[in-house]
């Protein structure tokens, strides 16, 4: 299948080199120094899926020419640029969105609205901090679905074209997953606050509790919106219902079980790469959406609204915050 890859960062680049492993035609859209050593030397890929360098695979600055499939793994701020920008070549390609937050599938069905548009949700950790070449730390299953039905015809056939490449499962209830991926994204924020690893922030007990205390807006959110959270990642909506109840003391138990999972190499989170790389984050899509989720449910989220805030200064100076710091501020 020819396959395209809108989108060269550390999953970007991860799909279109495991793609490429499998046999299928990849063209990985991509930028500047990420598209020179594309260009020159391929992916090379380590970690998680082993270890080898792509020799087929073809990046390309804009994509000019049909293709059977795109896979959309911009940034959640950046998908309606790359949507407009390649919606010539993309009208009536099946769309897969690979994304964080809430809003991805809509936007892409809105700009292509002859396309037939799905969502992904993965939960693989991959680390790209120089151009060419990534680490996955974790490897895991990606899901795909759309809607809040269960997965029709469409997803379940590019389910399986896919899993031949990486773990895919197709999922009903897409809509309450990207709910609990939300939930789960709340690990992003205080790594890219402090420059820490998420395992180290989350051995950080008083750093831990703040972190348990936005994934507790993100839940009371959801649930204020009527949302029935998927299954993902052991977690449901019944023990997100109950996590959501429980002091924050007990809470801890989520942000340390996912901690255990990540395993000991260290994650820096997908938000503390694009400050390390001096790009803008997606933090108004993840922490901020739960704000303004709440805000609409009738409530505030605080957590969510100080952590958007800290990214977005910290971002803006380049100087990551000493754990003390962020607490004192988060009392404020």
């Not at 499939?69 to 940034?75: C, I, M, N, R």
């Not at 490897?139 to 809040?148: H, Q």
Request: charged share 20%; aromatic share 4%; proline share 5%.
């Amino acid at each position: 299948m020819r396959i395209a890859v809108i989108g060269a960062g550390a999953l970007g680049c991860t799909f279109a080199a495991l793609l490429d492993k499998a046999g299928h035609e990849v063209l990985l859209v991509a930028r500047a120094a990420q598209l020179e050593a594309v260009s020159a030397s391929g992916v090379q890929l380590s970690g998680g899926f082993g270890g080898w360098r792509t020799t087929r695979l073809v990046a390309v600055p804009t994509l000019e020419e049909p293709v059977d499939l795109a896979l959309l793994t911009v940034k959640a701020q950046d998908a309606s640029a790359a949507l407009s920008e390649h919606g010539a070549s993309l009208a009536g390609t099946p769309v897969l969105v690979v994304q964080n937050g809430l809003d991805g599938v809509r936007t892409a069905d809105e700009a292509l609205p002859d396309s037939p548009c799905f969502g992904a949700l993965s939960i693989i950790a991959a680390s790209y901090l120089e151009p060419g070449s990534v680490t996955v730390t974790t490897p895991a299953t990606t899901y795909l679905g759309r809607g809040t039905g269960e997965p029709d015809d469409e997803v379940l056939r590019f389910a399986a074209v896919l899993g031949e490449a990486f773990p895919v499962r197709a999922i009903g209830n897409f809509v309450g997953a990207q709910w609990t991926k939300l939930v789960v994204n709340q690990l992003n924020a205080l790594p890219a606050v402090t420059g820490l690893s998420v395992q180290a922030v989350i051995a950080n007990r008083r750093l831990r509790l703040v972190m348990v205390r936005s994934m507790r807006e993100a839940v009371r959110a959801g649930i204020a919106r009527g949302i029935r959270f998927g299954a993902l990642q052991g977690l449901s909506d019944r023990n997100l219902r109950l996590f959501a109840r429980l002091p924050v003391v007990v809470g801890q138990v989520l942000p340390l079980l996912f901690a255990a999972r990540m395993g000991s190499v260290p994650n820096p989170g997908s938000t503390l790469q694009s400050i390390k790389r001096g790009q803008r984050t997606e933090i108004d899509h993840l922490n901020g959406a739960v704000v303004r989720e709440a805000r609409v449910a009738g409530f505030s989220a605080p957590v969510n609204a100080a952590l958007t805030a800290l990214v977005h200064e910290v971002e803006e100076s380049g100087e990551f915050l000493a754990p003390a710091e962020v607490l004192a501020r988060l009392r404020r």
